[in-house]
């Protein structure tokens, strides 16, 4: 089966001192491997309650250089080029969460070069870049946002908007001229959540041609189990358009799981509920935004 999954917390599990490559998590080098074609954004998360700049750039790096190893004993192809994403096997699109351990936009220069092709403006932390959604003032996207995101589309960084506020996210839309992507968020209309994307947002980030990683976070689904992650599909793709519709899983950043998805093997079950349009939400849009964005 191809998968494009938008959203596993892999750094954030190996600063956990758990075993990303054959261990027994929901997800895993193995499981992926098992299923092949794969691509998977794979998330460095240094925002982990500290405050402290020179922590989260620690944190940040020693992630990064456990996806480089990965690399370089071949076990993963990192997804620098549109072509890379059409080569055999498990790629990794290399994502940040949140920009707590930035100085300023011109971090993406570096970060760029060492392999980031996604970055999610916020976690839940505000940040000088953008309103995230726990702000109680929603001050949207600021001036040093709006340079990230400008800078960001020259060198075909991906934007994500999960976890920010509903003004980062109109704010963003106006601004970039690529695609821009939710990776791991679900719909208010279905579940009022402080992490959900209210229909404005929806509307407005569908407008760039961008996709929503439908996610498997329990509290964020109307309930927790495995139709429901199909009611929040069918809900995208009616509202917005079938386009639109991706998978996040969250895999491996989450306590709780959902009744029926908490595991990779159960992936044929979901691609079983969505029908016809499985491929298009388990492969194909997520495939046409990153074609879209990075560099050739
Ligand atoms: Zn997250």
């Known amino acids: 089966m191809r998968l494009f999954d938008l959203h596993e917390d892999i750094g954030h599990w190996y600063s956990r001192g758990f075993d990303f490559v054959s261990g027994d998590g929901p997800t895993s080098l193995q499981k992926l491997q098992a299923l092949g074609d794969v691509a998977v954004v794979a998330i460095m998360f240094p925002a982990t309650g500290r405050q ?4 989260t750039l620690n944190t940040m790096l020693s992630q990064l250089k456990f996806m480089l190893e990965l690399e370089r004993e071949g076990k993963v192809r990192i997804v620098r080029r549109t072509s890379d994403l059409d080569q055999p096997g498990v790629k990794f699109v290399i994502g940040l969460e949140g920009t707590d351990s930035l100085v300023d936009a011109r971090d993406l220069l570096w ?12 976690w839940n932390y505000n940040t000088k870049f ?9 001050y949207g996207l600021t001036d ?5 995101v400008e800078l960001a589309n020259e060198l075909g960084i991906v934007i994500d908007v999960s976890h920010t506020s509903k003004n980062t996210v109109i704010d963003v839309a106006k601004v970039t001229k690529k695609p821009i992507v939710a990776t791991h968020s679900n719909v208010s209309s279905l579940k009022q959540h402080y992490r959900n994307l209210d229909d404005d947002a929806l509307k407005a980030l569908a407008d760039t ?3 929503v990683g ?3 976070i329990p509290d964020t689904l109307p309930s927790p189990n495995v139709e429901s992650m199909v009611k929040v599909a069918n809900y995208v793709g009616e509202h917005v358009g079938w386009e639109h519709v991706a998978l996040g899983t969250d895999f ?3 306590e709780r799981y959902p009744e029926g998805f ?21 492969w194909r849009n997520a495939y046409r935004v990153f074609k879209e964005t990075l560099p050739p």
């Open 144 to 148: 040093l946002g709006q340079e990230l």
């Open 111 to 122: 970060l760029h070069q060492a392999g980031l092709r996604l970055i999610a403006l916020t």
């Open 130 to 138: 953008a309103a995230s959604c726990t702000a109680k003032k929603d």
């Open 52 to 55: 402290r700049y020179d922590l």
């Open 214 to 216: 439908v996610t498997s």
């Open 252 to 254: 491996l950043g989450l």
């Open 262 to 282: 908490s595991d990779l093997s159960h992936l044929d079950h979901l691609a079983h509920l969505l029908g016809d349009k499985a491929e298009l939400v388990l």
């Open 209 to 211: 041609g961008g996709v």
